[in-house]
């Protein structure tokens, strides 16, 4: 597969860019990539490098595109928007469109605020957990990603767990001494915590389904205890469903768990394909924010109407009868496919699926946490990701990534990346 011009704007991009992109796992080192692949157009669920290869793509931009790309919907009331204007730094009609949509879908979501990513919704929610209970500590997850505020910052997933990188520099010890650790799935662990420091904690915030350390679902019975830990002890629970918001359930995984959160944290779906990020919960919580309430929080592109227009018609299409029905069904068959072709070669792996969101580990299973995520061979995942790259197949460049499932997909698009991955571990 020719890379060249791939090649030559990452030449160009480490003379004006950190490291050559904007974000680290895109450079794609996480899987022996000595470039990255600069990413030019897209339709459905075809996506076109800068030399012109097209790629079946289980990435979606991480998550945004359940839809695929080029949807009439979006499209239509994207271009429509642009005709009238694409930022007022006021309130629109449109705005009000969107938080409908999400408080009708997501159980826990009374009132909601837009701001313009994941990192903005999480740290916002935290401010505002902080100022309800008037308490500071913050119990977190080993593994589990909240974007790139400091007080999340400590033992993350997504980037920081591909590139192995240590506490970032420039986090003080300070800002992340409330910040309390706890391992992923294991409720007696909190229940010590809270036992010892209740009294202190502000909230725990935990995705769901985890997403950034690879797909790991809760173990039965875990978030339920998470539940009634921090009811017991006045802390808010936060769920941060950035990934799993509209991706594993329309209402999200508080709906699919039955187990509902104080407050809520959502981005990349809801935007459709643009900036975007939520956070929301119930009414007395959120009417503390400002103007409501006392605890400030701000933003002059939030409620941006492109990203309102897109993200409204992104949930319109998924409200429609038997959408999450069609998504389950392709999903099962991506499955189906990549774990047929591993089991059939003897090759040691586990395959972690909720909903449209799924990683196959190069490891016996089960992978229920951080430690047997790390088990997992991340340079037999470089070689497969390599391997599918060539005959097509765009992965998440990251053994600790989910593979995203669009409704765009398409029979012979599963067809070919089954393909890829039986050629793959024939030759094993
Ligand atoms: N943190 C994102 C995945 N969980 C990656 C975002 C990006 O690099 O674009």
């Known amino acids: 597969m020719k890379t060249e ?4 704007l990452f030449d160009e991009a480490l003379k004006c860019i950190p490291g050559g992109v904007n974000s680290p796992v895109r450079a794609m080192k996480g899987v022996g990539m000595s470039h990255p692949l600069f990413m030019s157009r897209a339709r459905g669920a075809h996506i076109w490098d800068a030399d012109g290869n097209e790629l079946v793509d289980f990435v979606s931009s991480w ?3 359940i839809l695929g790309w080029g949807h009439p919907e979006v499209v239509g009331r994207l271009r429509a ?3 009238l204007g694409t930022s007022f730094g006021a309130p629109t009609e449109l ?12 159980p826990s979501v009374e009132l909601v605020r837009m701001v313009n990513s994941g990192t903005e919704a999480t740290m916002s929610a935290l401010r505002v957990a902080r100022g309800f209970t008037r308490r500071d500590k913050v119990v977190k997850f080993v593994g589990c990603y909240h974007g790139h505020a400091d007080p999340f910052l400590a033992a993350a997933g997504s980037g920081v767990l591909t590139l192995a990188l240590p506490d970032s520099p420039g986090v003080t010890r300070a800002t992340t001494a409330d910040t309390i650790l706890v391992e992923y799935n294991d409720a007696a662990a909190l229940g010590e915590v809270f036992a010892a420091r209740g009294a202190e904690i502000a909230c725990v915030i935990v995705e769901p389904v985890a997403g950034n350390m690879g797909v790991v679902p809760p173990q039965p019975g875990f978030l339920e205890a998470v539940r009634r830990l921090c009811s017991d002890s006045g802390a808010l629970l936060i769920f941060d469903e950035v990934i799993t918001g509209f991706r594993v359930a329309w209402g999200g995984a508080q709906e699919l768990y039955g187990v509902i959160p104080d407050m809520t944290t959502l981005g990349k779906i809801i935007g459709g394909g643009l900036p975007v990020g939520a956070f929301g919960g119930r009414a007395d919580i959120m009417e503390t924010v400002a103007p409501l309430g006392t605890t ?16 409204s018609a992104t949930l319109r299409v998924l409200a429609e009868p038997g959408v999450y029905e069609r998504l389950e069904a392709r999903a099962q068959q991506v499955c189906q496919g990549l774990v047929a072709a591993a089991v059939g070669a003897g090759v040691p792996t586990t395959l972690n699926r909720v909903g449209a969101m799924m990683t196959l580990f190069f490891c016996e299973g089960p992978v229920t946490g951080f430690a047997d995520a790390g088990r997992a061979d ?3 995942y470089g070689r497969y990701w390599r391997h599918m790259l060539e005959h097509g197949v765009y992965l998440a460049p990251s053994q600790f990534e989910s593979a995203m499932i669009s409704l765009a997909l398409t029979d012979a698009d599963v067809a070919l990346a089954t393909d890829a991955a039986a050629s793959f571990f024939e030759v094993l």
């Open 5 to 8: 011009t791939s090649k030559r």
């Open 63 to 65: 998550g945004p595109m």
């Open 81 to 83: 928007q642009i005709d």
């Open 95 to 106: 705005e009000v469109e969107l938080a409908r949509l999400i408080c009708d879908a997501v």
């Open 296 to 311: 400030y929080q701000a933003g002059t592109l939030s409620g941006n109407p492109l990203a309102m227009a897109a993200g």
């Open 378 to 380: 991340t340079a037999l």
